[in-house]
């Protein structure tokens, strides 16, 4: 069987239009069959060939995801293979090493909550970091009082299970042009705490540590890449529950800085526990910039729909060039401002800010809130992917039902970028 996958009107198919393609061929075709993939590309196109190589392997990987861990043999549907021949032996190796990323990443946002506590992901990351030659330390039980991650320690009370905080390094072989620091939201489960979800809002809620398996996802596919940056990835772990220990509404965090959070909703653990580590991620002399990724507010899905992430960065600069980078990785991302005259919601009457104000934007002043906890002058971008870390529709180009591995691909694009514009930036 031969099918023929359209690419739009000639000479405008980008990058992500071949790795779509790819995707849609793979998926017309049923189980039990062999795909070939002969890449015999032609000039028609501005796109380099290398990129349309990386992206049809890319798309035509991605497309064969399933998420079978937790389903009996006989329910298994027969695989499909694909073989991709043609282009260059680089770029499809590339392509394969970040798809393999998002596989990655999709498996572990997949994985009940049940199954990947704080300290049964800590021991994942540790396993694929020693696999992919990244260099890993696990914190946890009394690390979390002396490294001074208060906001960590404060919403895994509520939870039996311990949270975690796991730094990974990525040294590349020749002498690093430029550091980057990755932080991501790693919420295993997010109940809400005693700001408890209502019912109808747990089911995607394993879902909630989607920046941390994006992070880990781009760091395991860098050593292979060959780009000349030194990438620090920090990735704080914790479920958030309602048990008596839990922090209560009011009570106040005290941060690594000193200042402090009353806690007005405990559902906005995210921010709580990115702020010492945002912190920390950005210590004097640490790092040339920091990126963090998080499935962060429910407000960015009302705001720009389910597939589409939010890009903050008070740099203009920095956000053309992450927001260019979704564009290549075939990825939505829409910045949104850093308006400062919401920073008023923040306001607390015993703190220094509430972590909730009840208003209306509770993306910008999410975004607001982080802006506060990194060292001053540190070039900054967020990203908040509550939207599309996770799809409940069925599957459309690369993307499959459920997660998504959203961020990964951005995420090495922006470091692709930065490589090559390291001397600006420095
Ligand atoms: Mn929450
Ligand atoms: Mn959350």
Wanted: contains cysteine.
């Amino acid at each position: 069987m031969v099918l023929n996958v359209g690419l739009g009107p000639a000479g405008s198919a980008t990058a992500a239009v071949f790795r779509k393609a790819a995707a849609a061929a793979v998926r017309a075709v049923g189980p039990a069959r062999t795909v070939r993939l002969d890449l015999a590309l032609t000039e028609n196109t501005d796109v380099p060939v290398a990129d349309r190589v990386r992206a049809v392997a890319e798309g035509a990987r991605l497309a064969l995801y399933r998420y079978d861990t937790f389903r009996s043999a006989q329910a298994l549907p027969p695989p499909v293979e694909v073989r991709v021949t043609g282009g260059s032996p680089d770029a499809l190796a590339e392509a394969l090493v970040t798809a393999e990323g998002i596989c990655l990443a999709r498996d572990l946002v997949n994985s009940p909550a049940g199954a990947l506590t704080p300290t049964a992901f800590a021991h994942r990351i540790q396993t694929v970091a020693a696999e992919a030659g990244l260099s890993c330390v696990v914190y946890g039980g009394e690390d979390l009082a002396r490294l001074r991650l208060a906001g960590l320690a404060a919403v895994s009370r509520g939870s039996t299970e311990p949270a975690r905080y796991v730094e990974l390094t990525h040294e590349p072989a020749e002498a690093p042009a430029l550091t980057v620091a990755l932080v991501g939201k790693g919420v295993t489960f997010d109940s809400g705490g005693l700001s408890l979800k209502p019912s109808g809002e747990l089911h995607t809620m394993k879902a909630d540590m989607g920046g941390a398996a994006a992070v880990l996802g781009a760091l395991v596919a860098l050593p292979r890449l060959g780009l000349p940056i030194r990438v620090h990835a920090h990735l704080p772990l914790a479920e958030n529950m309602p048990d008596g220990g839990a922090i209560r509404v009011g009570d106040v965090v005290r941060h690594l800085n000193g200042t402090t959070t009353e806690i007005t909703h405990t559902d906005n653990e995210g921010r709580v526990i990115l702020a010492d580590v945002l912190l920390r991620a950005s210590r004097p002399g640490q790092t040339d910039l920091v990126l963090d990724v998080a499935t962060l507010t429910s407000a960015a899905v009302h705001a720009l729909g389910t597939r589409t992430g939010a890009l903050f960065s008070p740099d203009d600069a920095l956000a053309d060039l992450v927001g260019r980078a979704a564009e290549r990785a075939g990825e939505s991302l829409w910045r949104l401002p850093l308006l400062e005259h919401e920073r008023r919601h923040l306001r607390s009457t015993v703190a220094d800010r509430v972590n909730c104000s009840h208003r209306h934007g509770d993306t910008v002043q999410a975004a607001l809130y982080l802006s506060e906890f990194l060292t001053p002058g540190t070039l900054w971008a967020h990203l908040d992917i509550a939207a599309p870390a996770w799809n409940d529709e069925p599957p459309y180009g690369v993307v499959p039902h459920g997660a998504t591995g959203f961020g990964v691909r951005t995420l090495l694009e922006t470091l692709r970028a930065l490589a090559a514009s390291a001397p600006a930036l420095a």
